[in-house]
């Protein structure tokens, strides 16, 4: 399978915890996106990358989230000091950009903060 | 800023039929796309179709089509002969045209219709 992976499928914590997330895109792509979907909602905006660059950032990725892609490969999310309003799916997705600008979308993490 | 409107949180339809789902939006640009997602029940979203605003074709792909009505910025899906894994959640979402190579390409999503496929 060649999709969009993300890492863990799940993750409890208890609030004030750190947590990280991961994600792979489809290996020719070289923009890399983050989302954000509470239940019953459509996904929000959080970040995007292109390539090794974090390109935006969305007003909701407070001074708790940081966003990484090293080497223009995989990336990861992480949120410090967790909240009880942290609690949502983080979807990841990937496009090869202007060209074919369609995003393919991961599985999601899903976050419970307790 | 673009916002994207799906009026119709629930909609359900029998096996075979024809359903139309309804999106629209709001955008000051010229060029930009639109997409139409589906996420089933704990799944992940899946790309269903996609549609150029500078392209008066409507789009289809198998049993879905668009009707695009550029003018009221309206973006319909249409399924034809339902099947039951069809049942979802659907998005509609916008993107702007890139003029630039890093001008952004974020996706602004509508808020869903739950989409059930009766047998």
């Given amino acids: 399978d060649t999709g ?4 863990p499928r799940h993750k409890i ?3 004030g915890q750190n947590v990280t997330f991961r994600c792979d895109p489809i290996s020719e792509h070289n ?3 983050w989302y954000r979907q509470t239940l019953g909602q ?14 935006e950032k969305s007003r909701l990725l407070s001074d708790r989230f940081s966003a990484e892609r090293p080497k223009g490969s995989f990336s990861t999310l992480e ?3 967790t909240e009880q309003g942290d609690s949502a799916m983080y979807l990841c997705a990937s496009s090869l950009g202007r060209q ?13 903060v307790t | ?7 119709q949180p629930e909609m359900s339809v029998q096996e075979a039929e024809t359903v139309t789902l309804s999106c629209t939006y709001d955008t ?14 704990s799944r992940q979203m899946i790309l269903v179709i996609r549609q150029e605003a500078y392209k008066q074709q409507n789009a289809t792909e198998n049993r879905f089509s668009v009707n695009f009505q550029k003018a009221a910025k309206s973006f319909s899906l249409k399924i034809s002969d339902s099947q039951l894994g069809d049942t979802a959640m659907y998005f509609c979402a916008f993107m702007k045209h890139e003029y630039r190579e890093t001008s952004g390409s974020r996706l602004t999503f509508g808020e869903g219709t739950q989409l059930t496929v009766n047998p």
């Fill in chain 1, 31 to 33: 923009r890399l996106y």
């Fill in chain 2, 28 to 41: 000051s640009e010229s060029n930009y796309y639109l997409f139409w997602y589906k996420q089933p029940p």
């Fill in chain 1, 13 to 15: 914590t208890k609030r």
């Fill in chain 1, 42 to 55: 459509g996904p929000e905006f959080l970040t995007y990358f292109q390539n090794e660059a974090q390109l």
């Fill in chain 1, 79 to 81: 949120i410090q000091r």
């Fill in chain 1, 100 to 112: 074919s600008p369609q995003q393919y979308f991961g599985p999601g993490t899903r976050l419970t």
């Fill in chain 1, 4 to 7: 969009v992976s993300q890492d």
């Fill in chain 2, 1 to 7: 800023a673009q916002t994207v409107t799906q009026s």
